[in-house]
């Protein structure tokens, strides 16, 4: 390797990449091994960032970049072929997979759940009908402030989401953060769960609530309301929109049916919050409202900032995952595949937004694609 190409570089960053992935168990007997599970992954990572969707484009690509591959690891026998690798992808245990992933992610930013935010997304075209297997959806918990994915489970269906959050909370130290979920997870349980672990809670409230959503509209509709308000404007692409958060913390009126009168029905309740959003577009007004609790005692600019972090998992991983990824474009869908090249998809993501710079991740794919340089500095980025 080259001595200045070297000196850039983070050999422990490597080491830890190429041993987390050394934890997972190979499904593989080990008299017919060829190619180390370990330097597979590392490859099929390496090839997504590298703007590569499907095994064909994984296997084509590994094979023209065997010398830059064997700067990292030794891949003795070559690279494997596409029917191999979609017959290990989907052999490998998506659990253990996704538990290496998690503590790759917190090795990255060990101080990364400060504000944090859980949401879900469906693979449309995962689905089996054969099989009799539905569309992928998985869970993600998001990093808000640092724009990176901690931890994924895979659940049956969205109505289940709530069933796997508590196992994602327990990944991580949630000490202090302000865990953000949508109204699917708005119940005294989840609530519970979190503020079990040290943590608070902002949960949106939408009809699944209809006694506690009902309350706090017509709390907020009263102009006699103890509140304080917050006000951003973002302009853009013909579009002005005006947001105005409202946040109270008198929540002492509100109606309890629990074991005793005064306790609240969410553990630990000191907030209640309304964002009303003003959108101007093409000479057309439109208004939207929506509420939220908390456990956390939010100040107004506060609350913006987290209830705008949340959205920032559409945005900024969603909506990357399906145009920038081509996830929703995947037909992968037998064995455990679908799954864990969701999970490499994250590890890609995580590992091009430490690294990017100021270009978007769209073009930082395609240069990495293109100079194997850019590559290098993506997997062992330099010291900060």
Not at 123 to 131: A, F, I, K, N, V
Not at 225 to 250: F, L, M, P, W
Not at 255 to 284: N, W
Request: proline letters at 5%.
């Amino acid at each position: 390797m080259d001595p200045e190409l070297d000196a850039a570089f983070r050999p422990s960053r490597l080491r830890a990449l190429l041993e987390h992935f050394g934890t997972i168990e190979d499904p593989r007997v080990p008299e017919k091994v060829r190619y180390p599970l370990d330097e597979v992954l590392f490859m099929v990572v390496a090839a997504t960032i590298a703007d590569c969707e499907d095994y064909d484009e994984i296997a084509a690509w590994g094979e023209s970049h065997l010398g830059f591959l064997r700067r990292f690891s030794e891949f003795h026998f070559g690279t494997p072929c596409a029917d191999w690798l979609r017959a290990v992808m989907n052999r490998i245990d998506p659990t253990l997979f996704q538990a290496c992933f998690t503590d790759w992610a917190l090795s990255l930013r060990p101080d990364a759940p400060a504000l944090i935010a859980i949401d879900g997304k469906t693979s449309r075209r995962s689905h089996d009908r054969s099989g009799g297997h539905g569309a992928l959806h998985l869970v993600s918990v998001w990093a808000s402030n640092e724009r990176l994915v901690l931890a994924q489970q895979a659940v049956d269906a969205k109505s289940n989401e709530c069933a796997v959050i508590p196992e994602l909370l327990d990944r991580m130290s949630l000490d202090g953060a302000l865990v953000t979920i949508d109204a699917i997870a708005c119940n005294p349980s989840i609530a519970t769960a979190i503020t079990k672990r040290n943590a608070d809670y902002l949960l949106a409230v939408k009809a699944n609530q209809p006694t506690l959503h009902d309350e706090i509209v017509r709390y907020f509709d009263d102009p006699l309301a103890v509140t304080q308000a917050h006000v951003e404007v973002d302009k853009g692409h013909g579009r002005i929109e005006t947001r105005r958060c409202v946040v109270s913390q008198e929540v002492d009126w509100l109606g309890t049916d629990r074991r005793h009168p005064g306790e609240p029905r969410f553990p630990g309740l000191r907030a209640i919050a309304m964002v009303e959003s003003h959108v101007e577009q093409a000479g057309k007004l439109s208004l939207t409202r929506r509420y939220y609790i908390s456990s956390a005692a939010l100040d107004a600019p506060r609350c913006a900032g987290a209830v705008r972090g949340h959205w920032g998992i559409e945005n900024s991983l969603h909506w990357v995952l399906d145009t920038v990824f081509g996830e929703d474009r995947s037909r992968l869908h037998t064995g455990h595949g679908a799954n864990n090249m969701a999970v490499v998809r994250h590890f890609a993501i995580n590992a091009i937004r430490l690294a990017k710079g100021k270009k978007s991740i769209k073009t930082t794919r395609k240069i990495a694609g293109w100079n194997p340089e850019i590559l290098a500095n993506i997997l062992m980025p330099k010291s900060r």
